[in-house]
């Protein structure tokens, strides 16, 4: 019978030579939960093989662009005697590229010709602090662009004027707000997709699930955006192009009541179901829309007018009710005056549609 050789001990300093990790960070790794502890020989540490396979497989992680947080939750799942290709095919997916693009390279001299022909330190400083440029160890004269789409807009915005530093601030606002629309669509696909992988580590099969869902969901975050970018931009730049020829019209050509700056889309108050709902704008005087924004605010001044003017044209009917008439008064026409039993079956409503004894925040005529 064949002896079995005696299992391999290391000291420290020879399981850090063989591994290719110092010492410190044999230590470190200890420390976090990384590295199982060494078995205590009287005053001595000792390290065996599974503590050298453990070190090149993190080793081997590390190099594939693995986190050590990453590492750790890979390792538990191997520990747990789980299947860790399929664990480490459903990380590769969630730290694979979520973007088809490829990053590219660029000289010093190629950049500062995309910007002008002018060589800018700051500018340049502030692209790598951001990671649209990424410097190449040991090429001081060479970058790595990981989106080159995204540092092309920053190019053509540069040639149509706006100043580098402004491109960067712009950049910092854009990124915070699509890191928060990315953290919701997170948050809403773990809730309602990834929920039940969550609590227990995944088998095989399940790793393997949720690596096809994974795949399957990756496009959707951006055709979302894409798609609501795109309403956006179309919706608000017929708003800017409206307000913007309005400001170019001639002064003389404008009725002594239209002032410009306080265009306001007002709907028509009637329910979206009714197939005669519609919708237009109206000029109103400016200090009129002033007060209004200052009394509901700017999100509900549009509401309040069409409800104030909704209101009226109730109030105007219930009049011409009470005075025996069939209907609301003409536009722009005087209404009926109300007798005196009239106005008293109407609760003495003024032409504004409020009590005649309170206003609509329930202060009495005459009060501020």
Request: charged residues 25%; negative net charge; glycine residues 8%.
């Amino acid at each position: 019978m064949t002896e079995q050789p005696p299992p391999a001990e290391y000291r420290i300093e020879d399981l850090a030579h063989l591994s290719g990790a110092t010492v410190r960070t044999i230590r470190a790794y200890q420390d976090r939960g990384l590295l199982p502890r060494p078995e205590r020989r009287g005053r001595a540490n000792v390290y065996g093989e599974p503590h050298l396979t453990r070190l090149r497989q993190i080793a081997g992680l590390l190099d594939r662009g693995y986190t050590l947080a990453s590492i750790k939750e890979l390792l538990q799942a191997w520990d747990a005697g789980l299947d860790l290709g399929g664990v480490l095919g459903l990380v590769a997916e969630i730290d694979g590229p979520w973007t088809d693009e490829e990053p590219s390279r660029l000289s010093r001299a190629e950049l500062d010709a995309a910007f002008g022909g002018t060589s800018d330190e700051t500018a340049i400083a502030e692209a790598v602090a951001l990671g649209v440029l990424e410097r190449v160890p040991g090429q001081d004269d060479e970058f790595l662009v990981p989106s080159p789409q995204e540092l092309a807009v920053a190019a053509e915005l540069h040639s149509a004027g706006v100043p580098l530093r402004a491109i960067s601030g712009h950049l910092r606002e854009v990124r915070g707000q699509v890191e928060h629309i990315a953290a919701r669509f997170l948050d809403f696909t773990t809730e309602h997709v990834f929920r039940p992988f969550l609590d227990h580590p995944p088998t095989g099969a399940e790793a393997a699930e949720a690596t096809a869902l994974v795949r399957r969901l990756r496009p959707l975050a951006q055709q979302t955006i894409d798609a609501e970018l795109a309403r956006a931009m179309r919706t608000l730049a017929t708003r800017y192009l409206r307000h913007h020829l309005s400001d170019a019209r001639p002064a003389e050509t404008r009725r002594p009541t239209e002032v410009v700056a306080a265009v306001e889309p007002v709907s028509d108050p009637r329910p979206e179901t009714d197939p005669a709902a519609v919708c237009e704008e109206v000029l109103l005087p400016a200090d009129a829309v002033r007060a209004v924004r200052a009394l509901v605010g700017p999100e509900n001044a549009a509401a309040f007018i069409a409800a104030a003017a909704h209101r009226e044209v109730q109030a105007r009917t219930m009049d011409a009710l009470a005075a025996g008439g069939s209907g609301p008064a003409p536009a722009g026409g005087s209404r009926p005056a109300p007798s005196g039993a009239a106005a008293g079956t109407a609760g003495g409503r003024r032409a504004d549609g409020l009590s005649a004894k309170q206003d609509d925040q329930g202060h009495p005529d005459g009060r501020p």
